[in-house]
């Protein structure tokens, strides 16, 4: 038996967990339990738990709340038992801490709240480590790459207790990686027009909002195909309806519900794509490990994306669009 403990929060901390509980189904040794922060927390913890989930969306604002929101993130500290993360922990203590079944968590402040629970896994999927990862009381901690794990191993973890895993990228989409990439230089060497996906992180920022869909104009405008994943009803597909006045054929909408049809969608329509426009959170990990060219979509926001956009073009993998007017010559 293994059990998950997801804070299904935003997409990339749930995401790098997802991985891991697919290939452990597909191999079917293991029984697996999965469950989430609010569906055990209740009354001042789920209270907790659903702020913590309406500050990371005002988060990616430029609004006197989420400024003061991502100062606060920038200092977090999990290895303290401050006052916010006794509320948020208090029934997740009840029901994990005298449970000996290994327990893999997905985000930093679970490590806090459940420190020296035996069998805690800790499961670090970002190239990134910024000190608000780094969180003592965990029995293993899986990292993707060797030096994600310095900084833990500086924090006096034992090298046993850290796993290198490799690259966190979807089982479905490893097994198509080769075939993709040699069709896509076939494109580059050619003269085929280039496909490209277009990505917003889970808040959906307005500056990164505007420079998609000002890149994915370009592109359609230069007769070649863009394929959008947008959130059902949210910014980005409330942004593409009103900006293309016209149905083009070079432009794809992929509206998607939850992390799961957004992970069938990309699937589906992976063979197709020659780069991806996005942040630099967890496809960080596809520029690095697919062979897939990578634009960041800017500015940098929250802790992780700032070290992962610094691994990105020190691997010359990727370029940034900085500007709205960046965006509006991407394809030229």
Request: hydrophobic share 40%; net charge neutral.
């Amino acid at each position: 038996m293994i059990k998950f403990l997801y804070t299904n929060i935003g997409r990339g901390h749930p995401f790098y967990l997802d991985g891991i509980v697919e290939l452990l189904k597909q191999d079917g040794r293991l029984k697996i339990e999965c469950h989430d922060v609010f569906e055990i927390s209740k009354d001042p913890a789920l209270m907790a738990w659903r702020m913590a989930r309406w500050l990371y969306k005002i988060g990616s604002t430029d609004s006197i709340i989420g400024k003061w929101y991502n100062s606060i993130r920038d200092k977090s500290e999990y290895n303290k038992n401050g006052l916010a993360m006794r509320i948020m922990g208090q029934d997740l203590r009840k029901w994990f801490m005298s449970d000996d079944t290994p327990l893999v968590v997905d985000h930093p402040v679970l490590v806090g709240i459940l420190r020296w629970k035996k069998n805690l896994i800790y499961q670090h999927g970002e190239i990134a480590v910024p000190p608000q990862a780094v969180v003592r009381g965990a029995d293993y901690v899986f990292v993707p790459v060797k030096s994600s794990a310095i900084p833990f191993l500086d924090a006096r973890y034992d090298k046993g207790q850290i796993i290198v895993s490799g690259l966190c990228i979807e089982p479905e989409l490893v097994g198509k990686a080769e075939r993709a990439f040699e069709n896509r230089l076939k494109k580059i060497d050619g003269s085929e027009p280039l496909t490209g996906a277009f990505f917003s992180s889970g808040a959906e920022p307005a500056s990164h909002v505007k420079k998609l869909i000002l890149a994915a104009e370009s592109v359609v405008q230069s007769d070649e195909k863009a394929i959008v994943f947008a959130q059902n009803k949210g910014k980005v597909e409330s942004a593409l309806a009103n900006h293309f006045q016209i149905d083009s054929p070079r432009i794809i909408l992929n509206s998607y519900k939850s992390r799961e049809q957004l992970d069938s969608l990309t699937a589906k329509f992976f063979d197709q794509i020659d780069y991806i426009v996005a942040p630099s959170h967890e496809r960080t990990n596809w520029a690095l490990g697919l062979g897939l060219p990578m634009f960041i979509l800017e500015p940098p926001i929250g802790p992780f994306a700032p070290l992962n956009k610094v691994a990105l073009l020190q691997a010359e993998v990727a370029e940034s669009i900085s500007s709205p007017n960046e965006a509006k010559g991407f394809s030229k």
